[in-house]
């Protein structure tokens, strides 16, 4: 079975990067080794602050092998550059809604009884408007209190 030619690309991979770092460093630190041709320092969407991490593109697939044996594990700004070939982004589904995984460390999720602190009063049998009972006392109360001719079956007139 032949073996498989391995290409490097011209895009290296360079991490562990101090976030004071700018563009212009990298591309005088890449330089040294061979021409760059693009630099992409990508910052984070909410802060605005560099992520740590950056893409250089060299001009030859030779110039991007000196840089990673060059500069990887080299000390900058008092961290140990981290250099290697970019890899192609793989594509990962958008993550899932509602845990999955093991149910996210506790099963989470259904229902939780408030704390005593929080729960209503009890409801008593004049407050429950729910209690079937509560309209035939209410008309029981009545009736004792109004003269007979006032009420006639479950309806009263006035």
């Known amino acids: 079975m032949p073996e498989k030619e391995y290409v490097i690309s011209r895009k290296v991979f360079a ?6 770092l700018s563009r212009e460093d990298l591309v005088e630190l890449f330089s040294t080794v061979g021409p760059v041709t ?5 910052v ?3 802060t605005g602050r560099k992520r740590g991490f950056a893409f250089v593109e060299c001009e030859s697939e030779d110039d991007a092998a000196k840089a990673i044996e060059a500069l990887n594990g080299k000390d900058l700004a008092g961290r140990p550059l981290r250099v290697d070939e970019a890899k192609e982004r793989s594509f990962r589904p958008p993550p899932r809604d509602g845990g999955g ?3 996210g460390g506790g099963g989470g999720g259904g229902y939780q009884a408030p704390l005593r602190s929080e729960r209503p009063p009890p409801q008593t049998e004049r407050q429950s408007p729910r209690d079937p009972r509560a309209k035939t006392r209410l008309l029981v109360l ?7 001719e006032v009420f006639l079956g479950n309806f009263h007139l006035l």
């Open 15 to 20: 991490g562990n990067l101090s976030f004071d």
């Open 38 to 42: 693009d630099v992409n320092l990508p």
């Open 44 to 46: 984070d969407r909410v």
């Open 101 to 103: 995984g093991g149910g």
């Open 142 to 148: 009545l009736k004792r209190q109004a003269p007979p």
